[in-house]
Protein backbone atom coordinates (compact mmCIF):
# COMPACT_ATOMS: atom_id res chain seq x y z
CA UNK A 1 0.00 0.00 0.00
CA UNK A 2 1.01 2.96 -0.59
CA UNK A 3 0.13 6.71 0.78
CA UNK A 4 1.28 9.99 0.38
CA UNK A 5 2.31 13.10 2.63
CA UNK A 6 3.83 16.37 2.09
CA UNK A 7 6.14 16.29 5.04
CA UNK A 8 7.11 12.76 6.66
CA UNK A 9 8.87 13.26 10.10
CA UNK A 10 10.01 9.75 11.89
CA UNK A 11 9.67 9.78 15.46
CA UNK A 12 7.54 11.02 18.13
CA UNK A 13 9.88 12.00 20.55
CA UNK A 14 10.81 15.46 21.88
CA UNK A 15 11.98 16.33 18.34
CA UNK A 16 9.57 15.24 16.05
CA UNK A 17 6.55 16.23 18.13
CA UNK A 18 8.14 19.76 18.24
CA UNK A 19 8.87 19.79 14.42
CA UNK A 20 5.32 18.72 13.48
CA UNK A 21 3.60 21.55 16.22
CA UNK A 22 5.94 23.90 14.74
CA UNK A 23 4.81 23.40 11.09
CA UNK A 24 1.08 22.74 12.44
CA UNK A 25 1.26 26.64 13.91
CA UNK A 26 3.05 27.91 10.90
CA UNK A 27 -0.05 26.24 8.76
CA UNK A 28 1.76 23.23 7.03
CA UNK A 29 0.41 19.33 7.94
CA UNK A 30 2.40 16.75 8.45
CA UNK A 31 3.18 12.76 9.35
CA UNK A 32 4.63 11.36 11.89
CA UNK A 33 5.62 8.01 12.35
CA UNK A 34 6.89 6.62 15.62
CA UNK A 35 7.73 3.11 16.09
CA UNK A 36 6.55 2.45 19.41
CA UNK A 37 2.54 1.54 20.11
CA UNK A 38 2.55 4.90 22.27
CA UNK A 39 4.15 8.20 22.88
CA UNK A 40 7.94 6.61 25.00
CA UNK A 41 8.80 8.50 27.52
CA UNK A 42 12.22 6.74 28.40
CA UNK A 43 14.37 8.66 31.02
CA UNK A 44 11.85 10.30 32.98
CA UNK A 45 12.53 13.97 33.16
CA UNK A 46 15.12 16.64 31.81
CA UNK A 47 16.44 19.88 33.02
CA UNK A 48 14.82 22.50 30.54
CA UNK A 49 16.81 25.79 30.18
CA UNK A 50 16.03 29.14 28.68
CA UNK A 51 16.46 28.41 25.00
CA UNK A 52 13.95 25.53 25.83
CA UNK A 53 11.29 27.64 27.11
CA UNK A 54 11.72 29.68 24.45
CA UNK A 55 10.89 27.24 22.10
CA UNK A 56 7.93 25.87 24.05
CA UNK A 57 6.73 29.47 23.85
CA UNK A 58 7.24 29.65 20.39
CA UNK A 59 4.88 26.52 20.37
CA UNK A 60 2.09 27.72 22.18
CA UNK A 61 2.40 25.53 25.48
CA UNK A 62 5.07 27.19 27.64
CA UNK A 63 2.26 28.68 30.14
CA UNK A 64 0.71 25.60 30.86
CA UNK A 65 4.28 23.59 31.12
CA UNK A 66 5.08 26.04 33.55
CA UNK A 67 2.35 25.84 35.83
CA UNK A 68 2.94 21.82 36.47
CA UNK A 69 7.16 22.25 37.27
CA UNK A 70 9.05 24.29 39.53
CA UNK A 71 11.08 27.44 38.79
CA UNK A 72 14.25 26.80 40.18
CA UNK A 73 16.35 29.51 41.65
CA UNK A 74 20.15 28.20 40.83
CA UNK A 75 22.65 25.68 41.35
CA UNK A 76 24.51 24.32 43.83
CA UNK A 77 27.55 22.62 43.11
CA UNK A 78 29.02 20.38 46.32
CA UNK A 79 32.60 18.32 46.21
CA UNK A 80 31.56 14.41 47.11
CA UNK A 81 35.36 14.24 48.74
CA UNK A 82 34.85 17.12 51.19
CA UNK A 83 30.87 17.42 50.94
CA UNK A 84 31.65 21.50 50.92
CA UNK A 85 29.66 23.69 48.48
CA UNK A 86 32.15 24.62 45.82
CA UNK A 87 30.23 27.54 44.03
CA UNK A 88 26.35 28.81 43.60
CA UNK A 89 25.07 30.26 40.62
CA UNK A 90 21.99 31.97 40.48
CA UNK A 91 19.02 31.64 37.65
CA UNK A 92 17.46 34.57 38.60
CA UNK A 93 20.34 37.01 36.99
CA UNK A 94 19.63 37.86 33.02
CA UNK A 95 21.89 36.78 30.52
CA UNK A 96 22.39 38.63 26.98
CA UNK A 97 18.88 38.03 25.53
CA UNK A 98 17.02 38.42 28.88
CA UNK A 99 15.94 36.57 31.95
CA UNK A 100 16.65 32.76 32.42
CA UNK A 101 14.26 29.80 32.96
CA UNK A 102 15.06 26.96 34.24
CA UNK A 103 12.53 23.80 35.35
CA UNK A 104 12.78 20.20 35.76
CA UNK A 105 10.25 18.78 33.19
CA UNK A 106 8.30 15.13 33.50
CA UNK A 107 9.36 13.98 29.66
CA UNK A 108 5.98 12.02 29.82
CA UNK A 109 4.26 15.93 30.28
CA UNK A 110 6.19 17.48 27.74
CA UNK A 111 5.55 14.86 25.10
CA UNK A 112 1.12 14.12 25.77
CA UNK A 113 1.88 18.50 25.85
CA UNK A 114 3.05 18.32 22.22
CA UNK A 115 0.72 15.61 20.88
CA UNK A 116 -2.08 17.09 22.27
CA UNK A 117 -1.81 20.06 20.32
CA UNK A 118 -1.28 18.29 17.29
CA UNK A 119 -4.32 17.71 14.87
CA UNK A 120 -6.13 13.93 15.26
CA UNK A 121 -4.24 11.46 13.20
CA UNK A 122 -1.06 13.66 12.86
CA UNK A 123 0.75 10.73 14.50
CA UNK A 124 0.88 7.42 13.13
CA UNK A 125 1.81 5.03 16.05
CA UNK A 126 3.05 1.15 15.53
CA UNK A 127 5.15 2.43 12.30
CA UNK A 128 8.70 1.55 12.40
CA UNK A 129 10.29 2.81 9.22
CA UNK A 130 13.41 0.67 8.04
CA UNK A 131 14.73 1.78 4.63
CA UNK A 132 14.45 5.25 2.27
CA UNK A 133 14.57 4.71 -1.23
CA UNK A 134 14.50 7.56 -4.36
CA UNK A 135 11.81 7.89 -6.59
CA UNK A 136 12.38 11.03 -8.66
CA UNK A 137 11.85 14.23 -6.42
CA UNK A 138 10.06 11.74 -3.79
CA UNK A 139 11.44 9.90 -1.11
CA UNK A 140 9.79 6.41 -0.49
CA UNK A 141 9.68 5.49 3.07
CA UNK A 142 9.73 1.33 3.59
CA UNK A 143 7.83 0.05 7.26
CA UNK A 144 7.85 -2.89 8.99
CA UNK A 145 4.69 -3.67 8.48
CA UNK A 146 5.36 -3.77 4.22
CA UNK A 147 3.60 -0.18 3.71
CA UNK A 148 5.47 2.26 1.61
CA UNK A 149 4.42 5.98 1.93
CA UNK A 150 5.98 9.02 -0.23
CA UNK A 151 7.37 12.08 0.93
CA UNK A 152 7.74 15.35 -0.58
CA UNK A 153 10.35 16.32 2.70
CA UNK A 154 11.86 13.56 5.11
CA UNK A 155 12.77 14.49 8.35
CA UNK A 156 14.38 12.15 10.89
CA UNK A 157 13.94 12.72 14.70
CA UNK A 158 14.64 8.94 15.03
CA UNK A 159 17.19 9.48 17.74
CA UNK A 160 20.66 8.30 18.01
CA UNK A 161 20.31 5.05 16.26
CA UNK A 162 18.71 6.96 13.30
CA UNK A 163 17.69 4.79 10.24
CA UNK A 164 17.45 8.30 8.54
CA UNK A 165 21.11 9.94 9.70
CA UNK A 166 22.28 5.93 8.51
CA UNK A 167 21.04 7.17 5.05
CA UNK A 168 22.44 10.64 5.02
CA UNK A 169 25.84 8.58 5.55
CA UNK A 170 25.91 8.96 9.41
CA UNK A 171 27.88 6.68 11.38
CA UNK A 172 26.41 5.78 14.78
CA UNK A 173 26.99 7.77 17.61
CA UNK A 174 30.28 6.96 19.22
CA UNK A 175 30.75 5.20 22.88
CA UNK A 176 32.48 6.95 24.66
CA UNK A 177 32.85 4.87 27.65
CA UNK A 178 30.90 6.65 30.35
CA UNK A 179 27.71 5.64 31.82
CA UNK A 180 24.18 6.92 33.16
CA UNK A 181 21.79 5.92 35.81
CA UNK A 182 18.52 8.23 36.28
CA UNK A 183 15.38 7.95 38.47
CA UNK A 184 12.77 10.11 40.01
CA UNK A 185 11.67 9.78 43.54
CA UNK A 186 7.97 10.73 44.69
CA UNK A 187 6.80 11.94 48.27
CA UNK A 188 3.39 12.62 48.07
CA UNK A 189 3.07 14.77 51.09
CA UNK A 190 6.20 17.24 49.61
CA UNK A 191 9.97 16.80 49.13
CA UNK A 192 11.44 19.32 51.19
CA UNK A 193 13.90 20.73 48.65
CA UNK A 194 14.70 23.98 48.35
CA UNK A 195 14.05 25.17 44.17
CA UNK A 196 17.22 24.57 43.16
CA UNK A 197 19.58 22.38 41.03
CA UNK A 198 22.17 20.44 43.32
CA UNK A 199 24.96 19.07 41.38
CA UNK A 200 27.68 17.08 42.83
CA UNK A 201 31.12 16.05 41.80
CA UNK A 202 34.36 14.49 42.72
CA UNK A 203 35.97 10.95 43.03
CA UNK A 204 35.27 10.11 39.24
CA UNK A 205 31.31 10.90 39.07
CA UNK A 206 28.99 13.55 38.60
CA UNK A 207 25.92 13.61 39.77
CA UNK A 208 22.25 15.61 40.42
CA UNK A 209 18.93 16.35 42.05
CA UNK A 210 16.75 18.50 40.78
CA UNK A 211 13.26 18.67 41.76
CA UNK A 212 10.40 18.80 38.73
CA UNK A 213 7.47 20.06 41.12
CA UNK A 214 6.41 19.32 45.20
CA UNK A 215 6.47 15.59 44.68
CA UNK A 216 8.63 14.48 42.44
CA UNK A 217 12.49 14.62 42.30
CA UNK A 218 14.54 13.61 39.76
CA UNK A 219 18.47 12.55 39.80
CA UNK A 220 20.78 11.42 37.20
CA UNK A 221 24.35 10.17 38.03
CA UNK A 222 26.87 9.68 35.42
CA UNK A 223 30.68 8.17 35.85
CA UNK A 224 33.53 6.02 33.70
CA UNK A 225 32.65 2.68 34.71
CA UNK A 226 36.11 0.62 34.99
CA UNK A 227 35.97 -2.53 33.01
CA UNK A 228 34.64 -4.76 35.84
CA UNK A 229 31.93 -1.92 36.92
CA UNK A 230 30.66 -1.84 32.95
CA UNK A 231 30.20 -5.93 33.11
CA UNK A 232 28.35 -5.11 36.18
CA UNK A 233 26.06 -2.37 35.30
CA UNK A 234 25.18 -3.63 31.93
CA UNK A 235 23.71 -6.70 33.18
CA UNK A 236 22.44 -5.51 36.21
CA UNK A 237 18.56 -6.00 37.56
CA UNK A 238 17.56 -1.85 38.58
CA UNK A 239 18.16 -2.63 42.16
CA UNK A 240 21.37 -3.15 42.24
CA UNK A 241 22.02 -0.12 40.13
CA UNK A 242 20.16 1.48 42.62
CA UNK A 243 22.50 0.07 45.11
CA UNK A 244 25.35 0.42 42.98
CA UNK A 245 24.56 4.34 43.23
CA UNK A 246 24.08 4.57 46.88
CA UNK A 247 27.80 3.01 46.90
CA UNK A 248 28.83 5.59 44.67
CA UNK A 249 27.51 8.56 46.37
CA UNK A 250 30.54 10.16 48.62
CA UNK A 251 30.29 12.71 51.33
CA UNK A 252 26.69 13.58 51.33
CA UNK A 253 23.53 15.17 53.13
CA UNK A 254 20.87 11.81 54.62
CA UNK A 255 18.18 14.41 52.56
CA UNK A 256 20.48 13.60 49.25
CA UNK A 257 21.29 10.04 50.03
CA UNK A 258 17.61 9.91 50.55
CA UNK A 259 16.39 10.58 47.09
CA UNK A 260 18.03 7.40 45.99
CA UNK A 261 16.63 4.69 48.54
CA UNK A 262 13.22 6.57 47.98
CA UNK A 263 13.80 5.76 44.71
CA UNK A 264 11.39 2.58 43.34
CA UNK A 265 13.61 0.42 41.53
CA UNK A 266 10.51 0.31 38.57
CA UNK A 267 11.69 4.05 38.16
CA UNK A 268 15.57 3.75 37.37
CA UNK A 269 17.27 3.74 34.24
CA UNK A 270 20.49 2.68 32.72
CA UNK A 271 21.95 4.10 29.84
CA UNK A 272 25.61 3.89 27.82
CA UNK A 273 27.02 7.27 26.71
CA UNK A 274 27.68 7.86 23.35
CA UNK A 275 28.20 11.40 21.51
CA UNK A 276 28.37 12.46 17.33
CA UNK A 277 31.91 13.63 17.01
CA UNK A 278 31.32 17.24 16.55
CA UNK A 279 33.77 17.42 13.35
CA UNK A 280 31.44 14.80 11.63
CA UNK A 281 28.81 17.62 12.54
CA UNK A 282 31.35 19.88 10.72
CA UNK A 283 31.97 17.96 7.93
CA UNK A 284 28.87 15.15 7.38
CA UNK A 285 25.10 15.66 5.82
CA UNK A 286 22.87 17.60 8.06
CA UNK A 287 20.36 17.29 5.00
CA UNK A 288 20.61 15.95 1.34
CA UNK A 289 17.87 16.85 -1.13
CA UNK A 290 14.94 16.35 0.60
CA UNK A 291 15.88 14.96 3.90
CA UNK A 292 17.10 16.10 6.99
CA UNK A 293 17.83 15.40 10.64
CA UNK A 294 17.07 16.84 13.93
CA UNK A 295 17.47 16.28 17.75
CA UNK A 296 19.55 12.96 18.53
CA UNK A 297 19.53 11.42 15.11
CA UNK A 298 21.51 15.05 14.72
CA UNK A 299 23.46 15.78 17.47
CA UNK A 300 23.89 13.29 19.95
CA UNK A 301 25.67 14.28 22.89
CA UNK A 302 26.71 13.72 26.19
CA UNK A 303 24.19 14.94 28.89
CA UNK A 304 26.53 17.29 30.39
CA UNK A 305 25.25 20.53 29.60
CA UNK A 306 21.74 18.82 30.08
CA UNK A 307 21.11 20.52 26.01
CA UNK A 308 20.09 17.38 24.39
CA UNK A 309 16.42 17.65 23.97
CA UNK A 310 16.49 21.24 24.70
CA UNK A 311 18.51 21.73 21.66
CA UNK A 312 15.86 19.38 19.64
CA UNK A 313 13.14 21.92 20.86
CA UNK A 314 14.93 24.70 18.86
CA UNK A 315 15.53 22.58 15.94
CA UNK A 316 12.06 21.86 15.44
CA UNK A 317 10.89 25.72 15.69
CA UNK A 318 13.71 26.61 13.02
CA UNK A 319 13.44 23.74 10.83
CA UNK A 320 9.55 24.31 10.86
CA UNK A 321 10.28 28.85 10.25
CA UNK A 322 13.05 27.06 7.13
CA UNK A 323 10.40 24.61 5.58
CA UNK A 324 7.54 27.18 5.20
CA UNK A 325 9.65 28.87 3.22
CA UNK A 326 9.01 26.58 1.17
CA UNK A 327 5.71 25.76 1.60
CA UNK A 328 4.39 28.83 1.72
CA UNK A 329 5.67 31.15 -0.65
CA UNK A 330 4.41 31.26 -4.26
CA UNK A 331 6.78 31.21 -6.62
CA UNK A 332 6.06 34.31 -8.63
CA UNK A 333 8.52 32.59 -11.41
CA UNK A 334 7.82 29.25 -12.28
CA UNK A 335 11.31 27.08 -13.69
CA UNK A 336 10.05 27.41 -17.35
CA UNK A 337 9.72 23.92 -18.03
CA UNK A 338 9.92 22.57 -15.17
CA UNK A 339 7.16 20.09 -12.86
CA UNK A 340 5.49 21.49 -10.07
CA UNK A 341 7.78 18.76 -8.19
CA UNK A 342 10.75 19.95 -9.76
CA UNK A 343 10.21 23.66 -8.20
CA UNK A 344 8.94 22.46 -5.29
CA UNK A 345 12.18 20.35 -4.42
CA UNK A 346 14.33 23.29 -5.77
CA UNK A 347 12.67 25.21 -2.55
CA UNK A 348 12.98 22.83 -0.61
CA UNK A 349 16.65 21.74 -1.11
CA UNK A 350 16.92 25.51 -0.36
CA UNK A 351 14.98 25.70 2.74
CA UNK A 352 17.40 22.88 4.35
CA UNK A 353 20.51 23.87 3.20
CA UNK A 354 19.19 27.27 5.67
CA UNK A 355 18.27 24.87 8.17
CA UNK A 356 21.65 23.26 8.33
CA UNK A 357 23.60 26.54 8.23
CA UNK A 358 21.74 27.96 11.32
CA UNK A 359 22.25 24.55 13.02
CA UNK A 360 25.84 23.06 12.68
CA UNK A 361 27.72 25.10 14.77
CA UNK A 362 25.23 25.38 17.18
CA UNK A 363 25.72 21.35 17.36
CA UNK A 364 28.98 21.92 16.88
CA UNK A 365 29.74 24.03 19.97
CA UNK A 366 26.83 21.92 22.35
CA UNK A 367 28.46 18.64 21.34
CA UNK A 368 31.98 19.79 22.12
CA UNK A 369 30.93 21.95 25.32
CA UNK A 370 29.44 18.95 26.66
CA UNK A 371 32.45 16.46 26.47
CA UNK A 372 34.40 18.87 27.62
CA UNK A 373 32.77 19.94 30.81
CA UNK A 374 31.60 15.85 31.54
CA UNK A 375 35.21 15.69 31.10
CA UNK A 376 36.70 18.48 33.40
CA UNK A 377 33.90 17.46 36.15
CA UNK A 378 34.48 13.71 36.31
CA UNK A 379 38.35 13.75 35.87
CA UNK A 380 39.69 12.11 39.21
CA UNK A 381 42.89 13.37 38.74
CA UNK A 382 44.43 15.37 42.26
CA UNK A 383 45.47 18.74 40.44
CA UNK A 384 41.92 18.61 38.49
CA UNK A 385 40.02 17.96 41.54
CA UNK A 386 42.03 21.14 43.26
CA UNK A 387 41.21 23.12 39.94
CA UNK A 388 37.45 22.22 40.41
CA UNK A 389 36.83 22.89 43.98
CA UNK A 390 39.12 25.59 44.31
CA UNK A 391 38.74 27.75 40.79
CA UNK A 392 36.77 26.51 38.38
CA UNK A 393 33.48 25.57 39.94
CA UNK A 394 31.15 28.60 38.90
CA UNK A 395 33.21 28.66 35.48
CA UNK A 396 31.87 25.80 34.82
CA UNK A 397 28.26 26.14 35.74
CA UNK A 398 28.19 29.20 34.23
CA UNK A 399 28.13 27.36 30.65
CA UNK A 400 24.21 25.89 31.87
CA UNK A 401 23.19 29.33 31.16
CA UNK A 402 25.62 30.78 28.57
CA UNK A 403 25.07 28.26 26.39
CA UNK A 404 21.16 28.30 26.85
CA UNK A 405 21.11 32.14 26.06
CA UNK A 406 19.61 31.88 22.87
CA UNK A 407 18.15 35.22 20.90
CA UNK A 408 14.14 35.02 21.17
CA UNK A 409 13.85 36.52 18.18
CA UNK A 410 16.01 33.20 16.28
CA UNK A 411 12.91 31.51 18.05
CA UNK A 412 9.62 33.49 17.34
CA UNK A 413 7.40 31.35 14.91
CA UNK A 414 6.74 33.43 12.15
CA UNK A 415 7.88 32.32 8.32
C1 LIG B 1 21.41 10.47 31.02
C2 LIG B 1 20.79 11.50 30.14
C3 LIG B 1 20.41 12.72 30.67
C4 LIG B 1 19.89 13.72 29.84
N1 LIG B 1 19.54 14.91 30.39
C5 LIG B 1 19.08 15.90 29.59
C6 LIG B 1 18.73 17.16 30.14
O1 LIG B 1 18.81 17.36 31.35
N2 LIG B 1 18.28 18.14 29.31
C7 LIG B 1 18.17 17.92 27.96
O2 LIG B 1 17.75 18.83 27.23
N3 LIG B 1 18.50 16.73 27.41
C8 LIG B 1 18.94 15.72 28.19
N4 LIG B 1 19.25 14.51 27.65
C9 LIG B 1 19.16 14.34 26.18
C10 LIG B 1 17.72 14.10 25.73
O3 LIG B 1 17.19 13.00 26.43
C11 LIG B 1 17.70 13.80 24.23
O4 LIG B 1 18.50 14.72 23.56
C12 LIG B 1 16.26 13.89 23.70
O5 LIG B 1 15.45 12.93 24.29
C13 LIG B 1 16.30 13.66 22.19
O6 LIG B 1 15.01 13.68 21.69
P1 LIG B 1 14.74 13.11 20.22
O7 LIG B 1 13.29 13.35 19.97
O8 LIG B 1 15.72 13.66 19.28
O9 LIG B 1 15.05 11.55 20.30
P2 LIG B 1 14.27 10.35 21.15
O10 LIG B 1 13.81 10.94 22.42
O11 LIG B 1 15.21 9.25 21.15
O12 LIG B 1 13.03 10.07 20.23
C14 LIG B 1 13.14 9.31 19.05
C15 LIG B 1 11.77 8.70 18.73
O13 LIG B 1 11.88 8.05 17.47
C16 LIG B 1 11.31 6.77 17.54
N5 LIG B 1 11.99 5.94 16.53
C17 LIG B 1 13.27 5.51 16.56
N6 LIG B 1 13.57 4.81 15.44
C18 LIG B 1 12.43 4.80 14.69
C19 LIG B 1 12.10 4.24 13.43
N7 LIG B 1 12.99 3.53 12.70
N8 LIG B 1 10.84 4.42 12.95
C20 LIG B 1 9.91 5.15 13.66
N9 LIG B 1 10.17 5.70 14.87
C21 LIG B 1 11.43 5.53 15.38
C22 LIG B 1 11.55 6.31 18.98
O14 LIG B 1 10.64 5.31 19.38
C23 LIG B 1 11.37 7.62 19.74
O15 LIG B 1 10.03 7.83 20.12
C24 LIG B 1 19.76 13.48 28.45
C25 LIG B 1 20.13 12.25 27.91
C26 LIG B 1 20.64 11.27 28.74
C27 LIG B 1 21.04 9.95 28.14
Known sequence: METNAKIIIVGAGISGLATALALHRLGIKSLVLESSDKLRAAGIAFTTWTNAWRSLDALGIGQSLRQQHELLLGINTFSTVTGNLTSYVSFTTKGKHGDHEVRCVKRKVLLEALAKELPNGTIRYSSKVVSIQDSD???????????????KVLIGCDG?????????????????????????????????????????????????????????????????PSSQ?????????????????????????????????????EEIVYSPLGYRPPLQILTGDIY????????????????????????????????????????????????????????????????????AKKRRWRAFDLISTGYML??????????MQFLREK????????????????????LMLTA
Open 160 to 224: VNSVVAKSLGFKKPSLIGRSAIRGCAYYNQGHGFEPKFQLFVGNGVRYGIIPCDNSAVYWFFTWY
Open 288 to 355: KDNVCVAGDACHPMTPDLGQGGCSALEDGVILAKCLANAFLEKSDHPTKGSSENEDDNVKIRSSLNDY
Open 229 to 265: EYKMVEGADQLKLKQFVLSKLGKVSDQIQGVIEDTGV
Open 391 to 410: VLSAFLAGFFLSKADVNPTE
Open 374 to 383: GFLQECNWFG
Open 137 to 151: FLKLVHLSDGSVLKA
